[in-house]
């Protein structure tokens, strides 16, 4: 038995959602998930040039808790977690269609040290049997949106380009929706070359 397993029999590892003693192997305990279950999943309005937009949870409670352990406190373990409920929510794109994340703001993805859009549409691209296409879209600037009220999100998105052609469906993926100005950039660009349409699948989703 290896030191890590012998470990959690003596302490159990915490719940990423409510930090209470999980049960080997597991990273969030079955409460959490019952909550996390009942808070989504949630389908939005489309967005111009967006046919639909689905997200796991709502960005509080569980939701929240978990993604914030994975994005913020080096908890990626949770990676694969995320990325299979996303999977069992994300709009069906065909056989034709690809996955592509939401490029990060050069800045933020230096400091944090890992790209959390691209790490989970890589493994979203690894359950869904979609191809992913890591260098189809960059962000122009440093600007971000986290932090900015709402009207400001809407007045100033981000400045997005397409750097390759697309055909079919493009399922774009991002780890949290607010209002989704970033997701509506994204979807114009890629629509602009050549794509046939744009869904769209985050983990929460502010409300």
Not at 160 to 186: F, M, N, P, Q, S
Request: proline share 7%; net charge neutral; charged share 20%.
């Amino acid at each position: 038995m290896k030191a890590i397993q012998i470990a959690r029999l003596f302490v159990p590892p915490a719940c990423a959602g409510c930090g209470s003693a999980c049960e080997p192997e597991r990273s969030v305990c079955a409460e959490c998930l019952r909550d996390l279950d009942l808070s989504g999943p949630i389908h939005d309005p489309p967005l111009p040039d967006i046919d639909a937009i689905s997200s796991v949870a709502t960005h509080s409670g569980v939701g929240r808790s978990i993604l914030s352990a994975y994005k913020f406190n080096g908890l990626f373990g949770l990676a694969p977690f995320i990325a299979s409920r996303m999977s069992e929510v994300a709009p069906a794109t065909g056989e034709s269609g690809c996955v592509v994340p939401v490029p990060a703001a050069g800045l933020r993805r230096r400091l944090r040290g890992f790209d959390t859009a691209e790490d989970l549409a890589e493994r979203l691209s690894g359950w869904t049997g979609l191809p992913i296409r890591t260098e189809s879209l960059v962000r122009i600037g440093q600007g971000r949106q986290r932090g900015k009220g709402r009207s400001t999100r809407l007045a100033d998105p981000p400045v997005i380009e397409a750097r390759e052609v697309h055909d079919g469906v493009v399922l774009l993926v991002d780890d949290v929706v607010t209002t989704g100005a970033t997701l509506a950039a994204c979807a114009r660009s890629l629509r602009e070359s050549g794509a046939a349409g744009v869904l769209a699948v985050t983990f929460t989703r502010r409300v």
